[in-house]
């Protein structure tokens, strides 16, 4: 028998946003394919989102958003909805680079709280 595994579905990791859509954003994601709650750093050239890599030095070190759902930009920039500001999210159901220390996790969501995207 196979084993398959449910990939996270839009907005699963959201605990509470503000009324409306004032939490949300419509942006661009950078050549690659994320899962919804992948938490994302904004690269500084482009504007064009990605996945938080702390070891980088083009934005995308410093953590500013969470995906909301999944998007597939593998084969060119894709737009996307991210959870930007004023929201609460659950910590468990965030999805994080391989490799990411504990000092880099914590720095990422010091980083998620600055822009009001509360983590608990």
Known sequence: MSVITEGNHPGCFMVSESRGTRSRE????????????????????????????PEASDGSEAAAAVLYAAVDASAAAAPAVIIARSAEVNAAELVWPEGITPAQQAA??????????ITR
């Open 26 to 53: 419509a942006i661009t994601v950078a050549g690659e394919t994320l899962g919804a709650g992948t938490v994302l750093g904004r690269i500084t050239s482009t504007g064009e989102y990605a996945a938080v890599n």
């Open 108 to 117: 990422a969501v010091a980083d998620l709280a600055a822009v009001g995207v």
